[in-house]
């Protein structure tokens, strides 16, 4: 994409104002500022690396390197509050309303003139790291090959563009399908660092896992018997987790189960034990950098802003994921409808889940690895599989889970077998990864799975709100059909296709209009 040819100059110009300011002058275009490899350590943690911390969500949108940000309010878990001539709820409002361009459609754009559009910083922001990431491996090759600093680097680095990787097709290109993979279209690929003068496609959904798996792969192998420095610094370890993820999505099972198996097998990281944890607040929460359970971070947290006034857990929905007996009850505050002026019969909001303060040590709702996910992927491939005692695996698995969530009294045994088993599975991911970036994905995926499709539709009410609340009427999302995936994917950025002179097709979506 040319668009990436622009990221580079940027680099070249100003990316030394922003992190590495010794490194780069407004003349630069040769890489001499590269000298030594501390520079390349600098300049991977300054603008490789997404930066984590606590977001007013609404920043996401204005501002570089931000993720997702609407990522949640896409699912079936929450219900608008309210929309009362807001900024976050009015640039949301059309991911929530499955709009045709949700990134064009804001209704309060005189509240943005910050940031002159409104326009998808997750696709910018995804290539612009795969950009940096890129240079960086050139220079690693040419330069620093013999260096002792060269594995870790050049491995952080590709865990870095898969990840980026695989979040891109996951927003923008359809879910891996075994048997249609190879056709549907998928992202741009882009693996060097020089600018290229040419007209970029989307490559297919096959090719692109394959360079996703290629490249976590080669990160672990690199990676391997280095100490990742913190959660904020990726390591061996946490490209074995989302090669889990990886071929989970695949449905390449047994590979999942391996790379499950590897994870596990680390002494350092452990399942919390929140039944024990006692009452979680800011100062307490659930999750944090330094819990046993946190693999890997990086990037923006935006539930804590996504939650609070504007969209809710609904109430019948929070009792039936989290009834008493779930300690995971206590991420939650009742939102009550009289707050912010009525609306809907309110809700919940998500109060304690992560750490917002940088001294406990954020982490991000997206883009993060914690270790109860490999339990769940390693028991959702077991649970496909179906051989031999893999059904009686995965309930355990499943069962050491809930172990450390449901509290004395409560159900932690897993009995059932065949699609039951896979929907108790399925539920206990939905609540324990509750807004963690995974529900839309994994709705995505599951509509495609040989053994155990599930496809569902997604309904979202909306009311505006000024005095009184004034019901709109629902927005349905039909359930996802592999023919026709409608609104599951988001839109190809049109200044990405303008640039490459149609070269890039866009995805096929339509205008969804409320009924009553």
Request: aromatic share 10%; proline share 5%; glycine share 6%.
């Amino acid at each position: 994409m040319k668009t990436i040819r622009i990221y580079l100059i940027a680099l070249l110009s100003f990316l030394g104002l922003a992190s590495c300011h010794d490194f780069l002058t407004e003349n630069t275009g040769d890489l001499d500022y590269v000298r030594t490899i501390a520079d390349i350590d600098e300049l991977l943690v300054g603008d490789g690396y997404l930066t984590t911390s606590a977001e007013n969500p609404v920043m996401g949108l204005v501002s570089s390197q931000k993720i997702g940000s609407w990522i949640n309010c896409m699912d079936d878990d929450i219900e608008v509050f309210r929309n009362k001539s807001t900024l976050v709820f009015s640039a949301w409002e059309w991911h929530y309303r499955f709009s045709k361009d949700p990134f064009i459609g804001c209704s309060d754009k005189s509240q943005l003139s910050a940031m002159q559009e409104y326009e998808d910083k997750t696709w910018t922001s995804l290539y612009k790291q795969i950009s940096v990431v890129n240079l960086i491996l050139e220079q690693l090759d040419a330069r620093f090959a013999g260096d002792p600093q060269y594995n870790r680097l050049k491995g952080e680095s590709l865990l870095l563009r898969g990840q980026a990787y695989l979040y891109l097709v996951n927003c923008y290109a359809k879910p891996y399908t075994p048997s249609t993979a190879a056709a549907d279209p998928g992202v741009p690929v882009k693996l060097t660092a020089p600018i290229e003068d040419k007209d970029y496609v989307r490559e297919p959904v096959e090719q692109v896992y394959a360079q996703i798996v290629s490249d976590l792969t080669a990160a672990a192998e690199l990676l391997k018997g280095i100490e990742n420095k913190s959660a904020y610094r990726a390591g061996a370890t946490a490209a074995h987790a989302l090669l889990s993820r990886v071929y989970l999505y695949m449905q390449r099972w047994d590979d999942a189960i391996n790379e499950a198996d590897i994870v596990l097998k680390d002494p350092r990281y452990a399942l919390y034990d929140l039944v024990g944890a006692g009452t979680l607040s800011a100062e307490n929460p659930a999750v944090w950098s330094k819990s046993p359970e946190v693999i890997f971070t990086q990037g923006p947290l935006y539930h804590i802003g996504f939650a609070q006034s504007y969209y809710v857990t609904p109430t019948d929905l929070y009792n039936t994921l989290f009834p008493e007996d779930d300690a995971r009850r206590g991420i939650f505050d009742s939102w009550p409808a009289s707050n912010y002026g009525g609306g809907p019969a309110g809700g919940y909001k998500l109060n304690c889940k992560h750490a917002t303060s940088e001294g406990l040590g954020i982490v991000s709702n997206c883009l993060s690895v914690r270790l109860p996910e490999i339990y769940l992927n390693k028991a959702e491939a077991l649970a496909n599989r179906a051989e031999s005692n893999d059904e009686a695996d995965a309930a355990a698995l499943v069962a050491s889970l809930r172990a450390k969530r449901i509290k004395a009294g409560g159900p932690i045994d897993v009995s059932e077998r065949g699609t039951a088993l896979i929907d108790a599975i399925r539920s206990e991911r939905r609540k324990e990864l509750y807004q963690e970036g995974h529900r839309w994905f994994d709705l995505k995926r599951y509509a495609v799975q040989t053994k155990h499709p599930l496809r569902t539709s997604i309904s979202h009410k909306a009311w505006q709100l000024d005095d009184v609340s004034v019901y709109e009427g629902e927005f349905i999302l039909p359930a996802y059909d592999p023919a026709n995936p409608g609104n599951w994917l988001l839109p190809i950025p049109r200044r990405e296709i303008e640039l490459n002179h149609g070269a890039i097709a866009d995805n096929d979506r339509v205008n969804i209009t409320a009924t009553k």
